[in-house]
């Protein structure tokens, strides 16, 4: 395991960290560790405390998803285009996801002819579950950490990229043709935007010199410089703020949000690899896009905005304010930008992102080498 | 009605200067005869020399194939061609093409105007004429299956349409147009199509390789159910169920104006203001919804754009709703005039308007913010969906279409009627050719709408109270003279909306044909969208602004 680089070179006192320690932990597991303790240990503890912890986390995440699919979501919108949205059931519409949850289980599943079966049916699982699996390795802060392997961020990288699999088996078992477009399309743009992205996490690592996610938030919690009285954490987007930007766009079209929601893109090709899928099998992939959201945002807290760390507040609800303000931020470009043309995404991808991510690694490679 | 007197040319010496002009320029041995249109000198031609004519006529300045209308008489067919200049719409000729009964064979004008593909696939589908050297002549309203022409002598309504099963098995079996290519339905339930369109894609990879629209979903028999109406007040409620995007004064302009002509009806003043001041509010409410759903289209989800833009529409449909007391079916002109004065009271309805038109440049200024200057929206938008200026002509493109790619045409100015040449106002165009030229001039139009609409405010606040005639008077059973026949346009929202009439003699019209602007602006799109991506079919699609009501009509 490699020594952990000190970007700040001199040793500084650790502030209120909210997690963790700095360096590279031994692999843990956190939560579940902390239940089978509950449990008064054993095997038998171990295997029900991780059962238990995945079984948590993943409701955690199902149960945000809930409310900003069927109501942040629309509430958002709305706020960006001069309307109301829904407000009929319960305080500020909130049951409405009561509502519509029974309202989408109960509707008719219809499985189109010609259909080929076995991938039909497992698309819509392999997605959402593609994107809880990354969550297995993040730091939400408070000890809320599942795992914590030494390879941790390839892990959720890894994970997250499974979603290509269901997307391509959705739009070819489909037996449809917007559907086989919306695949492909999916395909194209993820393998054009996996790589500036999982190398513009790179340039991150070189700096932790850990893949650990415990190290790497642990780093950010050192001070970078103080202003005023006010200590600046040593967070990678203010570290590197470039990276962070190319993150963050790499980031939206990995997940498929505008300005890249090409594989959707409903006024082109209806709704791409979902256009045969309805009921439960639509409701999975409404989640697993949703969940996917989150993901990204929970990458993206980890790598570059210090994970759970944040002032006054417990880390664990900072981690949901950041990976909520990431969806705010997925919202509020859906609202306001045009999307790209298949083309120019796949140009800006391969011809812009992957230059400038390679750039961005070599030159903190450089920077790095030289001030250690 | 044609005089098919049989005479050479050089026997119509009695004939007025422009139809001498016009035997000058077309080949000796084509005309068989001449009549008088009430707009336009007529030729008749012998049914093999109509390209030779045509684009004799084509080639000597009358570049714009406005219409082609078909009719059955007890004893012929007839196609005219309806020409104009696309410098001058006031320069106008009509080529009337008798066939007999026996044997409806006309030559088809399609390899002269482009244009001529639809509208004569149109008149084979519902009157029943057919045409020689055609390059499609295959139905285009009604369903292939169908039996019998509609508006043909020997049609019979009542027989059942009887359509065998293997007519529907798999229509689109061994539908491999090309190598590597993909068959693809766009429509007719396709969010982007705007209404029932059907267009048949061929795809190569993304790209398109062939689009060929497919109308016809929502054919409502609108010319017969005009011709079953009586001109005073039954025909004017459908205009306003053509191009049903608020655009319903427009559309009944368009009838008025026709119809006024053909019975020589005056409209006081005071009425031509209204009517300009509510016509040009329809535009701004049509040019609204245009630039709001392309921007749907190119954005992607129910972004804010469109609802900004309906937004505004909405408060020209409340001053529009204060004004006729309807939000889309206006019903608002009558023949002579307008049904109603301006409400009461007057300074309250100005001052909703003046309130409006104050609003409107931030606005604007929101849409060019939003839309215009995006830099993503022009990356998409520009050079993309070219259409060339003589391509466009050649396709009888007019309103925002021509005037975005560079064609300065106009009715308003050229063919002047309404209010329209005492007021302050330009025409805009756009060299562009391309899509978003297209929305550019939507969006500057919008301004120049609002300019006519506070000049006419000026003019109707300052008109004396004495004076206020809204009507002029017009006969309660109207019968023009038989065998009169007119062809009258409006620059309706989407272009030149045109209307045919023959009398018979009767109160109700003979023939009465719709040139709607949409049907020529689609017709088009194979031009602009082939060898180009799918959302950028979807965006020119789009920017063409069409209104399935009035293509299908």
Not at chain 1, 349 to 355: I, N
């Amino acid at each position: 395991m490699p020594v952990p680089l000190q970007a700040t070179g001199t040793a500084t006192p650790t502030g209120t960290a909210a997690n963790g320690t700095a360096g590279a932990a031994p692999p843990s597991a956190p939560l579940a560790d902390a239940i089978s303790g509950l449990l008064g240990g054993g095997l038998l503890g171990d295997v029900v405390g991780a059962l238990l912890g995945a079984f948590l986390i993943a409701n955690l995440m199902l149960i945000m998803t809930a409310v900003a699919g069927p109501w942040a979501k629309r509430k958002i919108t709305a706020a960006f285009t001069d309307r109301i949205a829904v407000n009929r059931i319960g305080p500020f519409g909130l049951l409405i996801i009561v509502a519509d949850a029974v309202r989408l289980l109960s509707k008719e599943l219809v499985i189109p002819d010609g259909a080929d079966r076995p991938a039909f049916d497992i698309a819509p699982i392999v997605l959402p579950f593609s994107a809880l699996l990354g969550f297995a390795v993040i730091p939400m802060g408070n000890g809320i950490h599942l795992a914590d392997p030494e390879t941790g961020l390839v892990f959720a990288f890894a994970a997250s990229s499974i979603a290509s699999l269901g997307l391509i088996m959705a739009g070819y078992a489909s037996n449809n043709k917007y559907s086989l477009l919306g695949g492909l399309r999916s395909i194209a743009q993820n393998l054009a935007y996996e790589i500036p992205l999982v190398i513009t996490a790179a340039s991150v690592v070189i700096f932790t010199g850990t893949l650990q996610m415990s190290g790497i938030v642990a780093q950010q919690t050192e001070t970078l410089i103080n202003v005023g009285g006010i200590r600046i954490p040593q967070w990678f987007a203010f570290v590197n703020p470039f990276a962070f930007v190319l993150f963050l766009a790499a980031n939206m079209a990995e997940i498929g949000r505008n300005p890249f929601d090409i594989p959707e893109a409903p006024t082109e090709i209806v709704a791409g690899y979902q256009t045969e899928y309805g009921s439960v099998y639509f409701v999975l992939f409404y989640l697993g896009e949703f969940i996917h959201i989150f993901l990204g945002g929970a990458i993206m807290a980890t790598l570059f905005l210090g994970g759970p760390a944040g002032p006054i507040l417990p880390g664990f609800l900072w981690f949901i304010i950041k990976i909520w303000a990431f969806f705010l931020f997925t919202q509020w470009a859906r609202s306001a930008i045009p999307r790209v043309r298949i083309d120019q995404l796949i140009e800006i991808g391969w011809k812009g992102m992957l230059v400038l991510s390679f750039a961005n690694l070599v030159l903190t490679a450089i920077i790095v080498g030289v001030i250690a | 009605m044609a005089e098919t007197t049989g005479t050479r040319p050089s026997a119509a010496t009695a004939a007025d200067d422009p139809t001498r002009e016009l035997l000058d320029i077309v080949p000796d041995d084509a005309v068989t005869g001449t009549d008088d249109h009430l707009n336009a000198p007529a030729l008749v031609v012998r049914a093999d020399r109509v390209q030779a004519t045509l684009s004799a006529l084509r080639d000597a300045g009358l570049d714009h194939c406005a219409c082609v209308t078909a009719q059955a008489y007890d004893d012929r067919y007839e196609s005219i061609y309806h020409l104009r200049d696309y410098d001058d719409p006031t320069r106008e000729a009509s080529v009337v093409v008798p066939v007999p009964t026996d044997d409806p064979t006309s030559e088809s004008a399609a390899p002269v105007f482009r244009t001529a593909d639809w509208h004569e696939r149109e008149a084979y589908d519902l009157v029943g004429i057919e045409y020689d050297d055609h390059p499609n002549l295959r139905r285009i309203l009604l369903p292939e299956t169908w039996q019998g022409h509609p508006l043909g002598p020997d049609f019979d309504g009542e027989e059942p349409q009887i359509v065998p099963f293997r007519e529907h098995a798999n229509p689109l079996a061994d539908d491999r147009r090309g190598a590597d290519t993909m068959f693809l339905n766009v429509g007719p339930h396709h969010p982007s199509t705007h209404g029932v369109l059907h267009l048949k894609v061929s795809l190569d990879g993304e790209q398109v390789a062939a689009v060929e629209p497919d109308i016809g979903y929502i054919h409502r028999c609108e010319e017969q159910m005009c011709q079953q109406g009586t001109y005073r007040h039954q025909i004017m409620p459908y205009p306003d169920r053509w191009d049903y995007i608020s655009a319903g004064i427009l559309n009944e302009w368009a009838y008025a104006r026709a119809a006024e002509d053909l019975a020589d009806l005056e409209v006081p003043e005071y009425a031509q203001v209204i009517r300009t001041m509510s016509a040009e509010l329809c535009r701004i409410a049509s040019h609204m919804l245009a630039v709001g759903t392309f921007a749907l289209d190119v954005y992607g989800d129910f972004t804010a754009i469109f609802m900004y833009a309906v937004r505004d529409r909405e408060k020209v449909q409340n001053i529009l709703e204060d004004l006729t007391g309807q939000r889309l079916m206006f019903n608002y002109l009558r023949l002579g005039g307008v049904v109603w004065d301006l409400p009461e009271p007057r300074e309250e309805f100005f001052e909703k308007i003046r309130d409006f038109l104050d609003d409107l440049p931030e606005s604007l200024e929101e849409y060019h913010d939003l839309i215009t200057s995006n830099e993503i929206l022009q990356s998409r938008t520009v050079g993309t969906g070219v259409l060339p200026p003589e391509v466009a002509k050649s396709y009888g493109a007019t309103g925002p279409v021509a005037r975005g790619s560079g064609i300065d045409y106009d009715l308003r100015r050229d063919d002047p009627y309404g209010y329209y040449d005492e007021l302050d106002w330009d025409v805009i165009t756009d060299d562009g050719c391309d899509n978003f030229s297209r929305l550019f001039v939507r969006l500057r139009e919008v301004e120049e709408s609002a300019k006519i609409i506070e000049q006419c405010v000026d003019i109707l606040e300052d008109w004396p109270e004495d004076e206020r005639t809204i009507q002029s008077n017009v006969p309660r059973t109207l019968k023009p003279e038989a065998d009169k026949e007119i062809y009258r346009a409006v620059e309706a929202a989407k272009g030149e909306l045109g209307i045919y009439i023959r009398s018979d003699g009767t109160d109700k019209p003979g023939r009465f044909k719709i040139r709607s602007p949409c049907f020529s602006n689609l017709q088009t799109l194979p031009e602009m969208s082939e060898g180009e991506y799918v959302p950028d079919m979807i965006a020119s699609l789009g920017s063409l602004d069409i209104v399935l009501g009035e293509v299908d009509r």
